[in-house]
């Protein structure tokens, strides 16, 4: 599917969502303007006192695999998938950096963690260990997109620009 008819969808869907959001946002090869689409990436924090209505809107759209009450769930709208990811304040980030891509860039910010003693987990970063076999969250500072890149102490990339993990660069030591 062209990107603008894509880039409709998706807006129509989020309006449909938003009212039960606190965020709601697309990802995926929508926000990396790719010309061709082959699915729409929501990325939501539905509210707990809109939960009901927020999963009714969900079930209005056809099942493929999963439920609006997890984290994940695909769903069939107007001829395309969707993919909608859901989440809490504390995964938000990292979930919008990883769902926005490409693949290959979301594999090179994994890569990025571990050199720097750090790993995604339940779509949070964490701080590992190598004195105990135990991870510790990093902290609670990681509410925006912009926060994961600073974490992995790399430079900010415009989303059309995360081609690959070679666009995953190391910020140059102050």
């Known amino acids: 599917m062209k990107l603008a008819e894509a880039l409709d969808l998706a807006h129509k869907a989020v309006g449909e969502l938003r009212p039960y959001c606190h965020r709601i946002e697309i990802a995926g090869s929508i926000r990396r303007k790719k010309p061709q689409v082959g699915d729409i990436e929501l990325v939501c924090i539905p509210m707990g006192a809109k939960l009901f209505r927020f999963v009714d809107a969900v079930n ?53 963690a571990r050199e720097i003693g750090l790993c995604f987990k339940n779509a949070q970063l964490w701080r590992m ?7 510790s969250p ?25 081609l690959g993990a070679r666009d995953v660069v190391p910020l140059k030591d102050q």
């Not at 209005?60 to 107007?78: A, S």
């Not at 260990?129 to 991870?135: G, K, N, V, W």
């Not at 925006?144 to 974490?151: C, G, L, S």
Request: charged share 25%; net charge positive; hydrophobic share 35%.
């Open 129 to 135: 260990s190598f004195d105990e076999p135990r991870l």
């Open 60 to 112: 209005k759209w056809p099942r493929i695999k999963g439920l609006p009450t997890g984290k994940y769930t695909q769903r069939e709208y107007h001829g395309i998938k969707i993919d909608l990811f859901i989440c809490n304040p504390k995964t938000w980030a990292c979930n919008f950096a990883i769902r926005t891509g490409s693949a290959e860039f979301s594999h090179g910010l994994a890569i990025r």
């Open 138 to 162: 990093l902290s609670t500072y990681i509410n925006e997109e912009v926060d994961v890149f600073t974490a992995l102490r790399i430079k900010w990339v415009e989303p059309e620009n995360r």
